[in-house]
């Protein structure tokens, strides 16, 4: 069963890149089919977006069981730009958000990130069939993050582990989007490339997101290199339905395999999204995102040793959110 699924994957998939490294990449696709002006339309151009803003706070005196003030702060934009033209369609995306917390008192609060995100995404759709389900797409997506991102062990030193441009990856994508519903769409890209990029000495020499570490050989000295280059097969599924008024589920899995390096090692990025609306300012919101990528290598503990694990993500939010057009 193992080989006839590998088999399977192999035929339908041909060149994209890691599940993890373009998570979101392919979603530019969604607004090839939907959020586009009308043909007929003397306004060829929609823009709108979203904007939101989430809000946390605790605070304790003389609390019996014990406790520690915090405060946190959640902020998130979301902007499109899409334009249509016959069978032409060309839509774009930014999505940026930045969130932390504060928990202690005074000066002796403690600073953590708790997200951070940078990212564009343009696609070009050429309609193939007059159903209007068959798309060319070609997409291009470039992601990095505002800040540094560290590591906490239990003393007081903190590790750098990223940083603005370290990681940043730029990945482009030619393939086939098959949508028989507009709620539901398959990506299938044969033809796909990602560059990775670590522009920090440091992170690149202690080879950092998968690019290659220093090394001294009988030549000397090497650094680590500061970019790499990835092609491999890719598939995505995406759903976005209404479970009911004002209750929005999305989500989406990807599956990757690296042709250059441990081809049929299939990388895992499944996340899902659901979204109640309250009201025009009020929203709620609780994310998953579950992650097997085998070129993350991941140390849970001192002891151990490093080694590419399953990562799960869960965030639950409750804030304002403004819609502009």
Same mark, same amino acid.
Do not use: C
């Given at each position: ?176 989007? *098959? ?35 220093? *090394? ?110």
């Amino acid at each position: 069963m193992k080989h006839i699924f590998f088999i399977l994957f192999s035929l339908i998939l041909a060149g994209s890149l890691t599940a993890q490294e373009i998570h979101k990449t392919a979603k530019a696709k969604t607004d090839l089919m939907s959020e586009v002006p009308a043909d007929t339309s003397a306004r060829r151009w929609l823009v709108k977006g979203t904007g939101s803003l989430q809000f946390t706070q605790a605070g304790f005196s003389n609390w019996a069981s014990g406790g520690t003030n915090s405060l946190g702060l959640v902020a998130w934009v979301n902007f499109k730009a899409n334009y249509k033209s016959g069978k032409h369609i060309w839509a774009n995306k930014v999505d940026m958000g930045y969130g932390f917390n504060l928990l202690g008192n005074g000066n002796d609060a403690k600073f953590n990130k708790t997200d951070d995100k940078i990212e564009i995404t343009t696609a070009y759709g050429y309609e193939l069939h007059k159903n209007q389900k068959w798309f060319m797409t070609v997409l291009a997506n470039f992601r990095t993050q505002f800040t540094a991102g560290y590591e906490y062990p239990t003393d007081s030193t903190e590790k750098v582990i990223s940083k603005f441009m370290a990681p940043a990856y730029l990945v482009v994508g030619l393939g086939i989007t *098959y949508a028989p519903a507009k709620w539901f769409s398959l990506y299938v890209s044969p033809v796909s490339g990602r560059f990775t990029f670590v522009n920090d000495t440091t992170l690149a020499n202690a080879g950092s997101f998968g690019v290659e570490a220093a *090394y001294t050989d009988a030549s000397g000295y090497h650094s680590g290199k500061t970019m790499r280059g990835e092609f491999g097969p890719y598939l995505r599924a995406d759903l976005n339905k209404d479970l009911a008024k004002n209750i929005n589920l999305t989500t989406s899995v990807e599956l990757f395999t690296d042709y250059l390096k441990d081809f049929g090692n299939i990388d895992v990025n499944w996340s899902l999204l659901l979204s109640m609306k309250v009201n025009k300012w009020l929203a709620a919101s609780i994310q998953t995102q579950l992650i097997y990528d085998d070129a993350v290598m991941i140390q849970p503990d001192p002891t151990e040793r490093a080694r590419p694990m399953t990562q799960f993500k869960e965030m639950l939010g409750l804030g304002l959110t403004y819609n502009f057009n």
